[in-house]
């Protein structure tokens, strides 16, 4: 059995009287991959955010590689893919490159950083303000961001939102590899077709637990049943 990158001791969000993640007791192994379901409103971004380090926990608490949350030693091990993607202003797709990778500490950084961009597309516009780009183009910056770092795992939400086909099948090209080179993967995502690449689904709801097991056991239909569509 591998050692855990992520565990979780009743970790818990509440703003006030409202529970958005009720206490969760979760271990996730070192390499696995895991797709994260749930309505809008389940907890699953509450959850995201704070292994993430951008969201203090009411109570409880967790571990990413045996460090706390928030800590240097946490964040270096942690790269994450937000839904909505947060860019300086004044800094180019390139340029936020660079910083990411050195950042870091990559050595090395520039072929892979040009392999990224080759890869979602948008090589031609690495010297251009991800500011000023479109829903999509945002996105496939964004990815490339959070692959030019190396990470022991890599927490995602919805990254498929407003990706063209395109870009989807380069992000999920992007997730095989990261797996296949030894990563941890939790993708919270309404694109369901990657759960057949998992081996573990973890569903939320209403801030609640629902369903922690291997892939091949969910029903997913039950489990993601009024689910909006992706958006193209």
Excluded: C
């Excluded at 203090?56 to 909505?84: C, F, K, Q, V």
Aim: charged share 20%; hydrophobic share 45%; proline share 3%.
């Amino acid at each position: 059995m591998s050692a855990s990158i992520v565990s979780t001791a009743g970790l818990t969000k509440s703003y006030g009287e409202a529970t958005a993640l009720a206490p969760l007791d979760i271990d996730v192994a070192s390499g696995q991959r895991i797709t994260l379901i749930g309505h809008n409103g389940s907890g699953k971004t509450t959850f995201i955010r704070m292994l993430a380090g951008m969201l203090e926990p009411s109570n409880g608490t967790a571990t990413i590689g045996g460090h706390a949350l928030g800590s240097i030693e946490a964040r270096s091990a942690l790269s994450y893919l937000a839904d909505e993607p947060v860019f300086y202003d004044d800094l180019s797709v390139w340029e936020h490159l660079e910083f990411i990778a050195r950042l870091h500490g990559t050595d090395a950084w520039e072929q892979h950083a040009i392999d990224l961009l080759d890869a979602v597309g948008i090589v031609d516009r690495a010297d251009d303000l991800p500011m000023t780009f479109s829903r999509g183009l945002k996105q496939k910056a964004a990815i490339a961001m959070a692959f030019v770092r190396p990470f022991e795992i890599m927490v995602v939400d919805e990254p498929f939102v407003g990706l063209d086909r395109t870009g989807r099948a380069a992000l999920l090209d992007l997730f095989r590899s990261a797996h296949a080179d030894g990563a941890a993967l939790i993708v919270a995502t309404h694109e369901l077709s990657s759960v057949a690449d998992s081996e573990r689904v973890i569903a939320l709801s209403g801030g609640e637990l629902t369903f922690d097991g291997a892939a091949a056991d969910a029903d997913v239909h039950a489990l993601t049943e009024g689910l909006p569509p992706v958006e193209n």
